[in-house]
């Protein structure tokens, strides 16, 4: 038995169809980080991480740049740093330097992440065991 023969997506003589454009009907033109982030001149960032929960503490203000406001949107309920990220579709770099800038204006908040207990009680697990065994 042969296997089945692969056939081409698109025949020889046709080319593929252009890419789609962009949801408003343009195509996207991404801009460059630097122009996101504004000048970083000191060079300080706050100590974040991906697991950093940020919370808006006031509305955006009309000085705000584009993506200021729509971060401080977002963050009218607890989101991590990597959320945000993945929402704005912008690297962590950048969202460091844009949450710093937020952060020394006193517009959002940065949160340590709720840990919760790493191991429970080994009683606590015994106990579950002994009465599952008995089922």
């Known amino acids: 038995m ?20 962009g949801k408003q009907g343009e ?7 630097y122009v996101v982030a ?8 706050a100590a974040l991480d991906l697991v950093t929960l940020i919370v ?10 584009p993506e ?6 977002l963050c009218t309920a ?8 993945a929402y704005l579709n912008l690297p962590f770099s950048a969202m460091t330097v844009l949450i710093t800038e937020l952060l020394t204006a006193e517009l ?3 949160r340590a992440p709720i840990v919760r207990q790493a191991v429970p009680d080994r009683s606590l697990l015994e106990a ?8």
């Open 27 to 33: 195509a996207k033109n991404p801009e460059r980080l």
């Open 68 to 73: 200021q406001a729509a971060l401080l949107r």
């Open 108 to 110: 959002v908040q940065a």
């Open 56 to 65: 808006a503490r006031a509305d955006p203000p009309p000085s705000a740049t």
């Open 2 to 21: 042969t296997p089945p023969r692969r056939q081409r997506r698109y025949p020889r003589h046709e080319p593929p169809p252009p890419p789609k454009p």
């Open 78 to 85: 607890p989101l991590s740093v990597a959320e945000l990220s």
């Open 128 to 135: 579950v065991m002994h009465g599952l065994q008995r089922l």
């Open 38 to 45: 504004g000048a970083d001149e000191d060079g300080a960032r």
